[in-house]
């Protein structure tokens, strides 16, 4: 198996952290988030992974091959302008002659990757999904049937069999008087793939394409074999500030605050809970930090008294958690 990483966002829901941040590398959780991308590409037993990058792609490539480099291989796929998911993948397409392992650089899950190929290799499939069990109807639900195929994704193979676009506005009815149900149980897509070398085939070689909307469904309408591996571990993606918040807390494991090399902590200051001060950050003397995520190169001015908050920036820029 070999793998790949999409790291070439902007981030711009976590603005203005990410502007000088590259989006893999903020702190979350003890960790940074492409590190839980990397557990996935340890899981499946890869000592080569292709990284996709854009957005201050050569300061996530020195700083990913600092914390990865010794122990695998990196491949740099630099984007001039973004190519989208599907994009990303038909870029690096020369890499891949076997099953690829496709994780986004923002997603932390618990996920049994090599249960999901034996699923993958057993059924034949083309492609398969990491989803999760949807607790209520919506757009972008994944419909699998009993059997685990999936049959439509956001409603857009069944908006095709009625010769209407694939891709409709979020909220509105996907095919009138048409029973979203009649395609399977919803689940929710997780931000892993495993693809064959025949998927990454039909994605379109334009310069910039959706995966799922012009690759996924089409493929599937086709008849393309398309498996739906439903996990029940945890998962986040750390897509806004609340989102971050709710992964550092879900995934959590540490049993004292984490203090990063590099970080500068003051005198008189405490760290309780789950604190995380990344690399770079200054803690400035007699403050108090309850449940904090300190962001690389972050300042913290002396006194400061937070609890449950983010803090980015040179002067002590924060958001609050409810």
């Not at 959780?29 to 890869?46: E, H, K, P, T």
Request: proline residues 6%; negative net charge.
């Amino acid at each position: 198996m070999k793998a790949m990483i999409l790291a070439a966002g902007y981030g711009s829901r976590l603005d203005p952290l990410t502007k000088r941040l590259p989006k893999p590398l903020v702190a979350c959780a003890g960790r940074r988030l492409i590190d839980w991308s990397f557990d996935l590409v340890d899981q499946a037993g890869c000592d080569r992974v292709v990284i996709n990058a854009h957005h201050l792609g050569e300061e996530l490539q020195r700083r990913v091959t600092h914390r990865h480099g010794q122990r695998l291989k990196i491949d740099w796929v630099f984007e001039e302008e973004l190519r989208g998911t599907g994009g990303g993948v038909k870029g690096a397409e020369h890499f891949f002659d076997e099953t690829m392992l496709l994780a986004n650089a923002d997603i932390l899950i618990e996920l049994d990757l090599m249960d999901m190929y034996g699923e993958h290799v057993l059924r034949k499939a083309s492609a398969s999904m990491a989803v999760h069990p949807a607790l209520e109807e919506g757009y972008g639900v994944v419909r699998c049937d009993e059997n685990g195929r999936v049959r439509d994704l956001r409603g857009g193979v069944t908006r095709l069999e009625h010769g209407l676009s694939p891709s409709p506005i979020p909220g509105e009815s996907l095919v009138p008087g048409v029973s979203p149900s009649a395609k399977g149980e919803p689940f929710l897509f997780r931000g892993i793939h495993l693809l064959e070398p025949e998927f990454i085939a039909k994605i379109p070689a334009e310069h910039f394409s959706c995966i799922v909307g012009q690759t996924y469904i089409p493929q599937i309408h086709a008849g393309m074999n398309v498996l739906g591996f439903s996990t029940a571990g945890r998962w986040a993606d750390a897509g806004t500030p609340e989102r971050l918040f709710a992964a550092h807390e879900l995934f959590w494991k540490a049993d004292a605050p984490v203090v990063e090399p590099g970080a500068d902590i003051g005198l008189k200051t405490e760290l309780l809970g789950r604190t995380h001060v990344a690399a770079g950050a200054q803690v400035g003397h007699s403050c108090r930090l309850e449940d904090v995520l300190v962001q690389p190169d972050a300042q913290v001015p002396p006194r400061t008294v937070l609890s449950r908050a983010i803090v980015y920036g040179r002067r002590g820029q924060f958001w609050q958690m409810k």
